[in-house]
């Protein structure tokens, strides 16, 4: 059987994607062929030799209706062309309005990173045509997430260049950050899309694109191992937290941990900081929190990166919305208390001898939680007592410390967020083998569940 015809298996669970089965990525070529056609240059045959769509056919919503669900003989994406390929120069010129647009890369660019070195990286791209054609489908179909793989993609290349990384490896890391979540193509956009909470099983689902960027990359000549072993580690995290294999450190790659630090900065800006008109500098506190995942120095290097900028940090608030902005950073303060004592009682006290990974993640991920706000600010008096000043009366304005000290709460809210989810994960998922540690689990979701979503931001 060859590799096309095998199910896509993920570490022992049911197959969730399959190469030749017809999914998202057809949706979005029919789309895109109304302004860029697209057309079949082979004939378009199902598993069985039926043809589906005769060759010189252009793929409309209509004849792509009557493909959805069939399984073909060859995954899609081999059998069609589209007119007009986004190229090399219209890559580069992508990546120059974003660093125009961007007053962080305007500035790294003017100091430190010559515009010029990004021509012969993005010259790469005339010899790869299939990560052309996605890379094409991207920028129409998706355009929220192409403008975050140029984000990606310009962070990689400058950690890289920091880091003094041979030009090959930094080529190659920027190339990982423009192909790493192709995966997103041929996953349901309505998952994708959802706004409210992801369920355990969609969560998984959308995991999945990971994989799903390997498998297809895997398949293109002219990529380097390394940029598929970057790939497959750009979720995985130095302190055993990350997906999909939940690797530790020692077993990953410098360049997947470069692009794994790229993607968490600009996966925080967009999804936590953008809408609200913040900068990438209020990343750092951030990062600075989450210091044990990331890869070592990667942090001191976007903090020194960003620093570097000199653009100024811009005030939460100020005047008469400082009480209240205190007042619910105290009472966010107590809740985050609680939640994560309740997290780590249940997680700490079944033991470190059961032998399970998956449980041993989740005490990693306590212990890892504990350690970072045990160092931290949050928990200590002083913070404390400047916000119970902040909170009595108004004329006081946020101070750096206090403006960190609510980016941390919200960062810790979205690590208990998480493992809380992780942990209902493990119970629903059945893994756990043994049934008293599984009912003891089980007895300490109940409990955190109330807190859950009601995190008390003082942002919100
Ligand atoms: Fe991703």
């Given at each position: 059987?060859?590799?096309?015809?095998?199910?896509?298996?993920?570490?022992?669970?049911?197959?969730?994607?399959?190469?030749?089965?017809?999914?998202?990525?057809?949706?979005?070529?029919?789309?895109?062929?109304?302004?860029?056609?697209?057309?079949?240059?082979?004939?378009?045959?199902?598993?069985?030799g039926e043809v589906l769509l005769a060759r010189s056919t252009f793929l409309n919503q209509q004849n792509i209706a009557a493909l959805k669900n069939k399984m073909l003989s060859r995954p899609l994406a081999h059998s069609i062309q589209i007119e007009t390929l986004l190229s090399a120069e219209d890559l580069l010129q992508h990546l120059l309005n974003t660093i125009r647009s961007t007053e962080y890369f305007q500035s790294l660019a003017e100091r430190k990173h010559p515009l010029s070195s990004l021509e012969p990286v993005c010259a790469m791209l005339s010899r790869l045509p299939l990560v052309q054609q996605m890379l094409t489908v991207m920028a129409v179909q998706m355009n929220d997430l192409y403008q975050r793989t140029l984000c990606v993609s310009l962070w990689s290349l400058y950690i890289a260049q920091e880091m003094r990384l041979p030009a090959e490896d930094a080529g190659a890391v920027f190339w990982a950050a423009i192909t790493h979540d192709m995966g997103m193509l041929h996953l349901n956009p309505q998952i994708l899309n959802k706004t409210d909470d992801l369920t355990a099983d969609e969560w998984l689902y959308i995991q999945c694109h990971v994989e799903i960027s390997n498998y297809i990359l895997a398949d293109i000549p002219g990529l380097s191992p390394a940029i598929l072993i970057a790939v497959s580690e750009h979720h995985e995290r130095c302190d055993g937290t990350g997906y999909p294999l939940a690797k530790v450190e020692s077993e990953l790659s410098i360049l997947g941990q470069v692009l794994a630090v790229a993607d968490a900065i600009v996966g925080i800006y967009f999804n936590r900081f953008k809408a609200q008109g913040r900068r990438w500098r209020e990343v750092i506190p951030v990062l600075e929190l989450n210091r044990a995942a990331y890869l070592y120095r990667s942090c001191d290097i976007v903090a020194a990166m960003i620093l570097r900028s000199e653009l100024p940090l811009p005030?939460?608030?100020?005047?008469?919305?400082?009480?209240?902005?205190?007042?619910?950073?105290?009472?966010?303060?107590?809740?985050?208390?609680?939640?994560?004592?309740?997290?780590?009682?249940?997680l700490t006290s079944v033991g470190y001898t059961h032998g399970d990974r998956k449980l041993h993640a989740l005490q990693n991920v306590v212990l890892h939680i504990a350690t970072t706000f045990k160092g931290s600010m949050l928990f200590k008096e002083d913070l404390r007592e400047s916000l119970e000043s902040l909170a009595s009366e108004d004329g006081h304005s946020i101070n750096k410390v206090v403006a960190d000290a609510s980016l941390m709460q919200q960062e810790m809210a979205f690590h208990l967020q998480r493992l809380s989810r992780m942990m209902q994960m493990y119970i629903s998922s059945g893994e756990g083998k043994n049934p008293k540690i599984r009912q003891h689990l089980q007895d300490g979701y109940t409990k955190i569940s109330g807190y859950i979503g009601g995190s008390n931001t003082p942002h919100s």
């Open positions: 059987m060859s590799r096309d015809q095998q199910s896509f298996v993920l570490d022992g669970r049911p197959p969730v994607w399959n190469p030749l089965q017809v999914d998202a990525y057809a949706d979005y070529l029919a789309l895109l062929s109304v302004t860029n056609p697209v057309v079949a240059v082979e004939d378009i045959r199902s598993v069985d005030n939460v608030v100020s005047g008469g919305g400082v009480p209240e902005f205190a007042e619910r950073m105290l009472q966010q303060n107590l809740h985050l208390q609680n939640w994560f004592m309740q997290l780590r009682d249940c």
